[in-house]
């Protein structure tokens, strides 16, 4: 049996290293890996802004703010 917690990156808790297993859009996969975001790759969420502001992720030990409309379909499962 697979333990495995598949959850959008908009779901995820702040500080716990994930996984990127999935992108729901095809031309969002192709502009998140023009900024070194791939399939595989290692994050956690630092923070969240407020009133649904920015997501600041950690991505391969650089910052990016992305926007809920990204996160929302970034697929990610806890390491």
């Known amino acids: 049996m697979n333990n495995v917690i598949k959850m959008t990156l908009l779901d995820a808790p702040q500080e716990v290293w ?9 031309r969002l996969q192709d502009k998140l890996a023009g900024h070194g975001m791939f399939i ?11 009133l649904k502001g920015p997501f600041m992720i950690d991505l391969n030990g ?3 703010a992305l926007g809920r409309e990204v996160v929302k ?3 990610v499962e806890k390491e």
């Open 40 to 50: 595989g790759d290692r994050l956690r969420v630092l923070r969240e802004a407020p």
């Open 18 to 26: 994930l996984r990127v297993i999935e992108f729901k859009d095809r």
């Open 73 to 75: 379909k970034i697929l």
């Open 62 to 64: 650089r910052q990016i």
